[in-house]
């Protein structure tokens, strides 16, 4: 490069440096192998370790979209009772309901295995980049690229397996630009140890669910075994006896699932205008129904409750993300921010060449995808066939599909790296409720009907019958709660599957042609080009800022920070934590009523309760929807509390972080052990927490 060009590229720096916005103090879900050492070191004056991050780590556990963590050396795990609920419900019967009575197992003989339940341990990061950007060879088009690098990634992962025997995952980073080959040990013998009532838990109801201050006792106790036996680590985190105070340093943990702030402003678009309104009515047509059926009785109730709780934490999360994107401020701001970028990009001949168009190739495909958003919802993503038992189906017809396959050539959900996990979740005994069923597919039946009812699709699967009528015969007729059916068909291939005449196989099979065809075109027109352009944006920011800006959350382990802070809210204070007074004083002010009423255990051990402890506190440390159940850790690496929430204000910072009001919220560890031994008489769990014999 001659002078006067050298020159105009570090002017050209100065200038990207000077538009391109800062990230805030304590933003940033950061990667583990790539811990903000210096941000920590000049905000808090905390040192991070290689040791710090390993020992973290190692604790640290995914729950398949959701956080956990090892608290103690024989495999004790914590996470959020709303985490653990499916556990919880799966295991509680007509007759013993765990969510209503709550769950204590005074003897590791009493924990309870959980069916179906696999969780997994971050063992090893690898950034393997380089192989993966170099599968693309020029001249190929985008879907040419995608499937070379899918070739790769495959081979990846399947070498993982093969060598280490744990699970490789390849984790796309910064929209392409960066891949990580992440490698896990999964743990499929988990029992659960405790769990409080549904109304502690979930003390507020929907009503409270992202707000502040809280009082919610979010947490259930689950053991790992190894071979029958609990699961021996020295990488567990050691608890703390001393809580937090206003302005103390903490660290989390956790697996925050997406976030959207490194996305272009035509995905913004398209979010705003296309997917978030149809997921919002989607889930509150399903939150309607759950209600209405809820109303039957109390076994309909608790039935009911296995997805209502999930359909109403995504609604108010939707909304919430969606608020954001129809703020004209937020949306001016990220505006800014990629026009800083391109204009940075532009002031040199060299970048613009590269990387100039990228911004223009992924709005393109923003409007093709539009254009079959709700076809690939209905058929591909099974919005239309809201049934489990279509889950079981499909998955087995997919599986005899893509096993003979060779590795690289499969969807990659049947690749061999995924295979263990999705057998085992096939031969889950988990129970299935046939009444449930038939209501919940004869609705999204309906709402097919009335959606895409002109597809020669629908018409073969409604004929003139009504979505009802065909919901009854599908669930009626269905075979596929039998285990050992599920079995002979996994077992028998392709074969098996063509001869059987169940008739949610033959549901499966009808409908997976158009589902893979909208599926192919999707990977090819719209995945395809966003990851290459995506990639060109990402290399762009890297010559012009380096990585000073974590990637967006993918589902997979981060570490975040912040302080324990109050804030002010429309002119008052609100404080850092609440505590047991607060939360009998509000139980009280509502007469013990939905949605503040408390279970008899509360009210029956409140004099034995030091009213002063507190429950819940805040912290500024940046989190989404996955950071459900990470543990927060002090400067030491204690356990100090476990996220749960955030507040409302919180949810447009999936775009845009701001830390003067949002505020993640978590359950204090000194109010887990306060409720443990207070209310429970839990205290050889306690002392196996706290490290005694």
Not at 15 to 28: C, K, M, Y
Not at 392 to 398: F, G, H, I
């Amino acid at each position: 490069m001659r002078k006067h060009d050298i020159r105009r590229f570090i002017s050209v720096l100065v200038l990207a440096a000077a538009l391109v916005l800062p990230i805030a103090a304590d933003e940033g879900m950061w990667l583990f192998n790539k811990p903000p050492k210096d941000v920590l070191q000049k905000q808090y004056g905390f040192t991070v370790t290689p040791e710090f991050m390993d020992h973290l780590r190692l604790a640290s556990i995914s729950f398949g979209g959701a956080s956990g963590s090892f608290i103690s050396p024989d495999g004790l795990v914590l996470t959020n009772h709303h985490v653990g609920q499916g556990a919880v419900q799966n295991l509680s019967t007509k007759e013993r309901d765990l969510m209503k009575t709550g769950f204590y197992a005074r003897t590791r003989g009493e924990e309870l295995k959980v069916p179906g339940m696999e969780l997994r341990v971050l063992h090893g990061i690898e950034d393997v980049t380089d192989q993966i950007l170099g599968a693309e060879k020029p001249g190929m088009t985008p879907a040419e690229a995608a499937e070379a690098r899918q070739k790769v990634i495959a081979a990846l992962e399947k070498e993982t397996a093969e060598k280490s025997g744990l699970r490789g995952v390849v984790v796309t980073l910064y929209s392409g630009g960066m891949y990580h080959l992440y490698k896990y040990k999964t743990h499929s013998d988990v029992r659960l140890v405790f769990a409080p009532e549904y109304l502690a838990a979930f003390f507020g109801g929907d009503q409270d669910n992202f707000t502040y201050p809280r009082y919610d006792l979010d947490i259930t106790l689950f053991r790992i075994y190894e071979n029958d036996k609990p699961f021996q680590s020295d990488n567990y985190i050691k608890w703390s006896t001393t809580g937090v105070r206003e302005g103390d340093l903490v660290l989390c943990s956790g697996h925050p699932g997406s976030t959207g702030r490194l996305l272009t402003y035509s995905q913004l678009e398209f979010l705003r205008d296309t997917s978030y309104p149809f997921n919002i009515a989607n889930l509150k047509r399903r939150q309607a129904f759950m209600h209405e059926y809820a109303k039957k009785g109390e076994e309909e109730k608790r039935v009911a409750l296995r997805n209502l709780f999930g359909i109403e934490n995504s609604l108010k999360a939707t909304i919430g993300y969606q608020s954001g994107l129809l703020d004209k401020k937020l949306m001016e701001k990220k505006l800014r921010e990629e026009q800083a970028l391109r204009d940075g990009v532009s002031k040199s001949p060299e970048l613009e060449k590269e990387f100039g168009s990228a911004w223009d190739e992924i709005a393109a495909v923003q409007k093709a995808y539009a254009s079959f958003f709700k076809p690939m919802a209905f058929f591909e993503r099974a919005n239309g066939f809201y049934t489990t038992y279509f889950n079981v189906a499909r998955n087995l017809v997919r599986l005899a599909m893509e096993k003979p396959k060779p590795n690289a050539d499969r969807l990659r959900e049947y690749r061999d790296a995924a295979l263990p996990s999705l057998e085992r979740g096939l031969l889950s005994p988990a129970p299935i409720y046939d009444e449930f069923e038939t209501l919940k597919l004869g609705d999204s039946l309906t709402q097919l009907k009335e959606e895409l009812g002109g597809t020669q699709e629908v018409k073969w699967i409604l004929g003139d019958r009504s979505p009802k009528d065909v919901a009854a015969e599908l669930v009626a007729g269905t075979k596929l709660k039998d285990l050992d059916l599920r079995k002979k068909l996994m077992a028998g291939g392709l074969e098996a599957i063509y001869e059987c005449q169940d008739p949610m196989i033959k549901l499966a099979l009808l409908v997976d042609p158009v589902s893979r065809g909208l599926r192919a075109k999707y990977e090819k027109t719209v995945e395809a080009v966003e990851t290459r352009s995506g990639t060109r944006i990402a290399r762009a920011m890297f010559k012009l800022e380096g990585t000073a800006i974590p990637p967006d959350a993918t589902g997979t382990l981060r570490l975040s920070f912040g302080a324990v802070r109050s804030y002010v809210e429309n002119g008052k204070k609100i404080p850092f934590e609440t505590t047991y007074a607060g939360l009998y004083e509000r139980s009280a002010k509502a007469g013990n009523k939905d949605p503040y009423e408390l279970p008899e255990s509360f009210l029956k051990r409140k004099a034995a309760v030091k009213l002063s402890t507190p429950i819940n506190f805040v912290s500024t440390a940046d989190s989404i929807g996955g950071n459900s159940g990470s543990p927060l850790v002090n400067r030491k690496g204690e356990f100090v509390g476990v996220l749960f929430d955030g507040n409302i204000q919180s949810l447009p910072t999936r775009f845009v972080y701001e830390d003067t009001v949002s505020r993640s919220v978590m359950v204090h560890a000194q109010g887990i052990i306060e409720a443990l031994l207070k209310i429970y008489d839990a205290k050889p769990l306690v002392d196996e927490i706290l490290g005694k014999k």
